[in-house]
């Protein structure tokens, strides 16, 4: 009996002595976060007293630039009160240069009233010039129209003549040439035939060239038509 309330007793102060040192974990913990924190607070102050002290450099060096404005700007309104005086003297000067200038503008106005009308005749002139100019641009379009015309047409006939000479007359003395054969000709019925086949094979390719030159004769006109527009 007296040996487990030792075990009791035991297993008490272990626990107790677990929950103290929890508690002092946590103390130390907090003992660390309140040095970080204590740092931080430190290192910002230092940063504070830093750019305090580059503050005090730049007040510093201002007040040496206000009071070095403050000497340029008496110079400068010694400068302006020459600056002022020359002012005056340019001002009687400037009474004496208007007075030359109205008259000068007088003049220039007259020249002005002058050159309207020279102007009024140099309009009407160029608007003239610009009326020979699209008569005359016209007429160079009608000329260059007859011209592609002239060589459309100049190519067409050559075709065409090109297509007679040979063309057409191929297939035309083909026929004939058979014709002759025909009439002189004591063959066979069946060479007769074959015959005729060639005289219509070639009658059928004369028609064919007719055709197509018939084609160059409607497009010639076509071209001519959209030409001559």
């Given amino acids: 009996m007296c040996a487990k309330s030792n075990k009791e007793h035991l297993i008490i102060a272990n626990a107790k002595l677990f929950l103290q040192n929890e508690e002092k974990e946590k103390s130390a913990m907090e003992l660390i976060t309140a040095n970080k924190e204590l740092a931080y607070q430190n290192q910002e102050k ?37 600056q002022n005086q020359e002012k ?22 007259d020249r002005a009233a002058e050159l309207i009308i020279a102007n009024k005749e140099l ?21 260059k129209r007859a011209e592609e015309y002239h060589k459309e047409y100049i190519i067409g006939i050559e075709k065409m003549i090109f297509m007679i000479s040979h063309k057409v007359r191929q297939p035309i003395a083909n026929i004939l040439g058979l014709s002759e054969i025909l009439d002189l000709s004591k063959d066979s019925h069946a060479e007769i035939e074959q015959t005729l086949d060639y005289i219509k094979m070639s009658a059928s390719s004369l028609n064919v060239l007719t055709k197509e030159l018939n084609t160059n004769i409607i497009e010639l006109r076509h071209k001519a038509k959209k030409i001559l527009i």
């Fill in 123 to 143: 309009l009407f002139q160029n608007e003239e010039k610009e009326k020979r100019a699209r008569e005359l641009l016209n007429a160079n379009i009608e000329l």
């Fill in 46 to 82: 230092e940063n504070r007293a830093a750019e305090l002290i580059i503050a005090n450099k730049e007040l510093a060096y201002q007040n040496q630039e206000k009071e070095n404005r403050a000497a340029e700007l008496i110079i400068a309104n010694k400068e302006l009160l020459f």
């Fill in 88 to 109: 005056e003297k340019r001002a009687s000067e400037l009474i004496i240069a208007n007075k030359e200038l109205a008259f000068q503008n007088q003049e220039k106005e």
